[in-house]
């Protein structure tokens, strides 16, 4: 398989406040071209550890990707250190000048002088046009060398890559194919998993496996590589069909979407409607339902009852409930989810109620621990969790295992 | 100023699915002792890419660290490579394999004669104990060189720099010394600000400005260094107070603190309390008041009224009202906050009403249209927005705008 190297450069991505978030994107793009990524740098806005980095990057790769400097200032370097890399003095191209002039006047804009260096280009470079921005992309055929320089912001990037790049990359990726499947699992923790699925993956160098815990919940990627899309699909198949026997319906989502998106999918497919009631997931859960668009179709309302006395007036919680098992207790979650079904009128009704901390907690009722109360027309039942980590950690679990109920008493 | 390298290894780290995340921690904790970071990489568990990049970062950084690879399966390759690269062969500990079989045992478990590998050790070169793992890290002093090798799972990793490795850095830093600040700005735009603070900042190369626009809100980073902490924070106050000046009331976080945390401060130090009435944004809102630790004190409940008859029923908002001026309007915005102010009996009440999208959108009222209203004892008002971006973007800013519009009404 061929691969490629990527070369993020800007100083700020040396800071501790920002990373490189376009090499994700360009590995998914390379790997479906069946292109590997075998090595990423960050370099700053300094000549010295660029000129190095992209020489021994021209050495060990035959493609090689940069993001960035690029820009109109002083600090963007990458045009400079690459002409000296390659030995191509830099040439102004004058149709691109008058280009970036015109995209500044059909703005009502005047170029700055600065910008005049956008349209240098190392001699027998190709640039490539920007639709989102006045830096052009520049492609360098070193040899058998590809050399693609692309500009920072996403949104110039991306389109370049989609419209300039891929079509020419497209021929280096020779015979093999790459295709990804993702299996995502709730109720299990990432042990758990390993331990029933080690013995079918571990069988197998190709599809490769990877498990990533994604702080609620379990993701498995699975990667193969083949000749053609088909004979890749099938070696998926064969590896995530025994997984997703093992693991049955603690797989909710086979194409990687999200629990929420599969709770909408299935409550519009069955024209259910859902109502929350919610204590210390603060809105949590509403705001998870309602990340989906479409989601007023099936979504209601949704109640914050913190105060005690909140949890009776909008929910119909009895005080006396509430007294007798305290506001965190399994009655109180049903309660809620009871109380909110019947003044919505919904189909399903869930309640959440617990101590997501840091304060709060006693022996007896410690910071984790969470009742999830669900009511349908037929059915009123709970589950007690005891969940782990900080206050963010513990409400974004809540969350989960809430929808994940719901999930498992209706909606399968 | 000294500076490092700093070099994740593992091959999930060169998948669309990871980044590394080490580094950004490692950066400010450098940043902190006076080192600055010029290049990071991230390789694979791959010999022949890790062994040039070792050699080539121990060529042009006085500090190198390694994160991963220290694991005790056949892919975890960084010890090896080290030992190769630095020519020191690689020495049974017998003592950490003491530790480490006991750590096993522990746990009632029989170490795995995998794990023997992690008590290997390269001559002359110092083990670091691990808290939190079984993986010890290493540090090896190459003539001015300093190669320092940590896990990487970070609830390891962390530790066991800041127990080993930062007093072994201090005398490094010498007697340059970093001190950062941040605000954090609200209701103005990146280059809003930009025009504002560049003739202020422009002059000055020390501290350098940081302009990053996060989402939702305008972040910036100020970053000096000097000899002393003293001159440093000197220099911050020079630049920071003229910023702080001209940005005035749009500076809503001088210390890096979210709006959630600056809004329930302020409410706790005035003893109001707060109810919400949230439409588009389905919980967003209650769920960014309810972050912030101990917020039951001044929260008190949220209704998600995403049906209009949920509208009338638990807010109280005149059904003639949203038949005249429509679900999406100033009108109801308001009637939301007054609604829900007096139902939860607080001393707030805030309203948020628009269209997220991605459909139900219409000339008149388009996608990103939201209305924000706020009601105290003696004030009713609101805003009008037309946020960009997707359903996400719209929602989150939405929740920002309203945060924003109760600090500003009740909270200055």
């Known amino acids: 398989m061929s691969h490629a190297e990527i070369i993020a450069i800007g100083s700020e991505l040396l800071t501790p406040f920002r990373s490189d978030t376009n090499s994700l994107w360009l590995t998914a793009e390379l790997n479906a071209l069946g292109i590997a990524v075998r090595r990423k740098t960050v370099v700053g806005d300094d000549e010295l550890f660029l000129e190095e980095t992209l020489r021994d990057a021209l050495r060990n790769s035959p493609v090689v990707i940069t993001t960035g400097g690029l820009g ?32 500044f006047e059909s703005r009502g804009l005047k170029m700055a002088p600065n910008n ?56 280096l990726a ?7 499947r993702t299996l995502r699992v709730a109720g299990m923790g990432e042990s758990q998993v390993d331990d029933l699925i080690a013995p079918i993956y571990t069988r197998y160098t190709n599809p490769t496996t990877t498990i990533l815990f994604n702080n609620t919940e379990v993701e498995l990627h699975f990667t193969a590589s083949a000749p053609s ?12 069909g025994q997984v997703e026997q093992v693991l049955g319906v603690n797989v909710f989502s086979h194409c990687g979407e999200t629990l929420e998106q599969i709770v909408g999918l299935r409550l ?26 479409g989601s007023s179709k099936y979504f209601l309302e949704g109640v914050i009852a913190y105060a005690n006395e909140a949890k009776t007036r909008r929910l119909g919680v009895p005080a006396e409930l509430i007294a007798a098992h305290g506001a965190v207790s399994a009655e109180v979650a049903e309660a809620m989810a009871t109380g909110v079904k019947a003044r919505a009128g919904t189909t399903i009704g869930v309640g959440i109620t617990g101590i997501a901390g ?55």
Not at 174 to 180: A, F, K, N, P, Q
Not at 229 to 240: F, T
Not at 385 to 407: C, K, T
């Open 268 to 293: 519009t497919l069955k024209g259910y409607t859902i109502a929350t009631a919610e204590s210390c997931t603060g809105g949590l859960l509403s705001k998870r339902l309602t990340d989906v668009p």
């Open 229 to 240: 899309d088909a004979e890749a699909e099938a070696l998926l198949d064969e590896v995530v």
């Open 116 to 171: 005049e260096r956008q349209a240098l280009v190392p001699r027998d470079a190709e640039a490539l046009h920007n639709e989102y921005g006045t830096a052009p992309g520049i492609v360098i055929a070193e040899g058998d060398r590809l050399l693609i320089l692309l500009p920072g912001p996403p949104r110039e990037m991306r389109p370049m890559f989609t419209t300039h790049v891929r079509p020419r990359l497209a021929p």
């Open 72 to 103: 109109p200032t002083e600090d963007d370097i990458t045009r400079k250190v690459v002409a000296r890399v390659t030995q191509r003095p830099l040439v102004l191209q004058p149709d691109i000048l008058d280009r970036i002039r015109h995209q």
């Open 174 to 180: 020779g015979s093999t194919r790459l295709r990804t």
């Open 358 to 412: 840091p304060d709060g907690g006693t022996d007896e009722k410690p910071v984790g621990l969470v009742y999830v109360g669900v009511a349908g027309d037929f059915i009123v039942t709970h589950r007690k969790f005891i969940l782990p980590g900080d206050r963010d950690r513990i409400r974004h679990l809540a969350s989960q295992v809430a929808l994940d109920l719901v999930r498992r008493t209706f909606l399968l």
